[in-house]
């Protein structure tokens, strides 16, 4: 019914709402899916990253190169993240080698790795000035369709489809299987090893997801903005899908599409007051820490459905 | 060769800026099993208070150094004593998160304060001048830098050898609840450890003062290459905090000179080839 209601509000929003309300939309929709991903190696596997803004970001200048090559829509969002979950893979053989702390610490020194590839190489990445001028090509199927997508409304309804086709994906995976064996490594790894179950390769299966999604995030990123910059690939940019997963409950599927929209809300909020949001921010993070370590969702779930559904939320 | 020789020395005092910093950090791991996402803002923190007192309000160049340890050993004992103490029973990722609040509280508290850019403040006069260093001449003050980089690691060294106190925190290092069964009052010591740390990352940046520009961003690199140095050396290791501080600075005093463009990659490298040999690092146990 919720659900409903929501896809109904998302399908009419370019009617609705201004330029400015549907790339608010779209910039909220990017961070879902972020945070999203994110949360299948910290909610689902136990793993906390603090470097996804590294696959964030080649999944953005990839696109970006791919769409500067040949403007194809679909090629370059598909081929950002393909190239991201490559990077997630050989960078994730190295991280998975560690659990917990350590897996946290180099994950951010991974990220920081990306992030001084994207502004010292100045050759390939533009260094400082980043990639410019990259177009928000048409959609473009060989013999199926060939959408034009000089519109913010075209191109929101292209994130949109991708975003559910994403997030129906990433529920399918989280209930399946897979998803169960990721839940038993976070919450039992030693039992798990012991039923047969090769922990690091499903650990490098859910760190290669993660930075697919990253990378997805990232890639339909330079279509909206037609640019590419180093702060993509910034350890502050990591903390986005950290921050809003916090915030809407690691322990619910739902928790970082809600959280993602909180944190653009607060934001929103914050900067009218005050230019130093950041510390606000923070402050969130550790009553956050402190008090609700359940998030929004579980909140609300608590209070509206009882404790007993607790249990049941993965 | 004499270049080289020369950039080996000027490596060698970057190095010990990075040893206060990841010293603090792995000590406080070792004790309290926590990883302080905020200790290169304590860095920071340590670095504007000496600013502040040493180059705005022109007072003694010790003194100022002495207070900016005391203010931002304040900072630390607040966040253990009435944040992290709480969080000891929960998973450490809970830990981390925290630590990584106060890395946005701090980086913006400190925009907040001192904004704007400054101006480096002169070197103290005693520690003015050039010695020739491999037919270079080689600023005192860096000599300085080494000489105290190195008094601490000794001075760190015999307090946790040879006193009783350097045995009361190794002892709760190793088994919290025995220790607290023969009567150490842990809590205790979990703040006098984590306030210790926090003075090293101070000590670090108010030495600075003199040489370095401080900004706001100055937190996360510190603790970006602190990382990387534990990684390296092996958390929770005092002397693979030191090893790795000294790879770490050397490798990007050669980086800057050989490869400009890829100066910070090559560490990175460092760091993978550690990892895929030796997981727990050099020293790492």
């Known amino acids: ?314 | 060769m004499e270049t080289l020789a020369f950039q080996g020395v000027v490596g060698l005092s970057l190095a010990m800026y990075l040893w206060l910093v990841s010293a603090g950090l792995t000590i406080i791991f070792g004790v309290l099993g926590v990883i302080n996402f905020a200790h290169g803002s304590l860095f920071m923190v340590g670095a504007y208070l000496a600013f502040t007192f040493y180059g705005l309000l022109g007072w003694n160049f010790w003194l100022a150094i002495l207070l900016s340890l005391v203010g931002t050993a304040m900072v630390g004992w607040v966040m253990e004593r009435f944040f992290l103490r709480y969080l000891y029973g929960v998973e450490e990722a809970y830990q981390l998160l925290l630590t990584f609040g106060f890395v946005l509280i701090l980086d913006d508290a400190v925009k907040m304060i001192w904004g704007g850019v400054f101006r480096i403040p002169a070197i103290p006069e005693f520690l003015e001048g050039h010695w020739p260093v491999f037919g270079r001449p080689f600023p005192v003050y860096n000599a300085f830098i080494i000489a105290a980089g190195i008094l601490v690691g000794i001075i760190l060294w015999l307090g946790f050898e040879g006193t009783w106190w350097g045995r009361t925190v190794r002892a709760t290092a190793s088994d919290r609840e025995m220790a607290n069964a023969i009567g150490v009052n842990v809590p205790r010591v979990f703040s006098g450890v984590f306030m210790v740390g926090a003075m090293l990352a101070a000590l670090g940046g108010a030495l600075g003062i003199p040489v370095r520009v401080v900004s706001p961003g100055l937190g996360a690199a510190m603790i970006i290459q602190a990382f990387v140095i534990t990684v390296i050396g092996g958390l929770g290791s005092l002397k693979g905090a030191f090893v790795g501080s000294l790879i770490v600075g050397i490798l990007s005093a050669y980086g800057t000179l050989l490869f400009p463009v890829f100066e910070l990659a090559l560490i990175y490298m460092v760091m993978a080839v550690v990892l895929l040999f030796r997981p727990q690092g050099l020293f790492g146990r």
């Open chain 1, 1 to 314: 019914m919720a659900l409903g209601l929501l896809l109904l509000a998302l399908l009419f929003l370019p009617l609705v709402g201004g330029q400015y309300a549907q790339y608010l939309a779209i910039q909220v929709m990017i961070l879902s899916l972020f945070a999203l991903g994110f949360n299948i190696l910290f909610g689902y596997t136990g793993l906390l990253s603090f470097g996804q803004a590294g696959f964030y970001a080649v999944g953005a200048y990839g696109c970006a190169k791919l769409l500067l090559l040949k403007p194809s829509l679909l090629f370059g969002v598909l081929g950002g993240s393909l190239l991201a979950g490559a990077a997630a893979l050989v960078l994730g053989i190295l991280c998975i080698r560690h659990t917990r702390i350590y897996f946290s610490m180099l994950t951010l020194a991974f990220g920081m790795m990306i992030y001084s590839i994207a502004l010292k190489w100045r050759d390939f990445t533009g260094g400082d000035d980043g990639l410019v001028g990259v177009p928000r090509a048409p959609l473009e199927i060989p013999g199926l369709v060939s959408l034009p997508m000089t519109t913010m409304g075209r191109y929101y309804y292209f994130v949109l489809a991708i975003t559910l086709i994403a997030v129906a994906l990433a529920y399918r995976l989280v209930h399946s299987p897979l998803g169960l064996t990721f839940r038993g490594i976070r919450d039992s790894e030693g039992r798990m090893a012991f039923t047969g179950v090769p922990v690091r390769t499903y650990r490098l299966i859910a760190f290669v997801i993660a930075g697919l999604y990253a990378g997805l995030a990232g890639a339909l990123l330079p279509p909206l903005e037609n640019t590419v910059t180093p702060p993509v690939a910034h350890w502050t940019t990591s903390a986005d899908p950290v921050l809003a997963t916090l915030l809407g409950g690691i322990h619910a599927f739902a928790g970082p599409i809600v959280g993602a929209f909180l944190l653009f809300m607060l934001k929103d909020i914050i900067v009218r007051f005050t230019e130093y949001w950041l510390i606000w921010l923070g402050i969130i993070v550790v009553v956050l820490v402190m008090g609700f370590r359940g998030g929004v969702v579980s909140l609300v779930t608590r209070k509206w459905l009882g404790p007993h559904r607790e249990g049941e939320q993965p």
